[in-house]
Structures are given as C-alpha cells and as structure tokens.
C-alpha cells in the first residue's frame, strides 16, 4: 500500500485506498501526501468512507492534533469534514468495511515505517552537524541538513580527492567536453 518512500511514492495514487475517493480527494494533493502524520491519524479514526462521513468537528481536530498539528486546525477539520461529507461513488457497506481492515492492518505498518525513516533523519542530522564541513555544506543556496548530509555522501570528505573545482565538475559530469580534430578544437 503506502510506500516508505518518506513521502514520495505516497504522492502517487494509492490503489488500496480507491474505495475510498474521498481519502483520495483530502490528502493527495497535499505536500507529502498519504505519508502525512495528519492524514494517518485521520485514517485510522476513519478508515471507511461511512465511518468518515460521520466524523464531527471535534473528532476531526481531536485527530489532527493527535497527529501534531499546531496550525490552521480548525480550517483543516472544516475541509475534512466538507470532503468526507460531500457524494462520492461508494462500494456496499460489507466491502468498505472489508477494505477499513486491511487498511488499518497497513496503517500500522506504514506508521512503524515512517517512525523509521524519521529516526533516520534524526540521526543523519546530528552526525552531518558534527562534521567540520558542515556549514560549507549548508552555505550552499537551496541545501538543507538532508540534502546537504547526501551530497557530502556522494563527494565524500576526502579533500584531496579532487585538486580543484574543475576536477569535482568533471566527476559531476558538468564540466564542458573539449574535443579536438584537425580543424576544430
């Protein structure tokens, strides 16, 4: 079901979750999708579109800030609340809630793995922090902590691996071709 690609894969259309559009409709479009902590809790308080029609105001942002969300909860309850409630194509009650369960199953799966990709980062980020290029690393326009730690991983830290930046462009594969013939260069 829910990838832990930490976010990416959940962007994509979850197959397990067509029987339930309105799910679909509430959390793909959002930055990390179904991998969203906001949008797990939700699901589990809701896991059938039936159950999910029923939910109240209060449920809802009871859900979200169990989840962590600090901002615009009760403007998010509200959209929630709005999706859940409008027509959706629906399956018999006996399949959706066929389909609840095994969502539920996957949930706690998908949680334990996006608790691990969160531990992950966590200590990427303390040992990148530790290390003495660190700031150079981040002073770069457009890196953070991650994307930063993974470039260093990439370069690797021995300084002496490249004699100058043309070098380092070059193993980017950035650096321009020089060919030469006969008559051109």
């Known amino acids: 079901m829910l990838s832990a690609g930490q976010s990416r894969s959940c962007q994509e259309r979850a197959p397990e979750l067509e029987y339930y559009p309105a799910a679909l409709e509430a959390f793909q479009s959002k930055v990390g999708g179904l991998a969203r902590s906001d949008a797990r809790a939700v699901l589990a308080a809701a896991p059938t579109p039936a159950r999910a029609a029923k939910l109240s105001l209060p449920q809802l942002r009871s859900a979200l800030k169990r989840a962590g969300r600090q901002r615009s909860i009760d403007a998010e309850a509200e959209r929630l609340r709005d999706i859940f409630r409008a027509d959706h194509a629906r399956h018999p009650n006996a399949v959706e809630d066929a389909f609840g369960h095994q969502l539920l199953a996957l949930l ?17 980020e303390a040992a990148f922090r530790e290390h003495p290029d660190a700031e150079k690393y981040l002073s770069f326009p457009g890196l953070g902590v ?40």
Do not use: H, M, W
């Open 146 to 185: 991650q994307l930063a730690a993974r470039l260093l991983a990439e370069i690797g830290d021995d300084r002496t691996r490249f004699a100058n930046a043309r070098g380092l462009k070059a193993y980017a594969g950035s650096a321009p071709i020089t060919r030469a013939s006969g008559k051109k260069s």
């Open 108 to 124: 706690k799966q998908f949680d334990g793995a996006c608790q691990a990709g969160d531990d992950l980062a966590e200590v990427v």
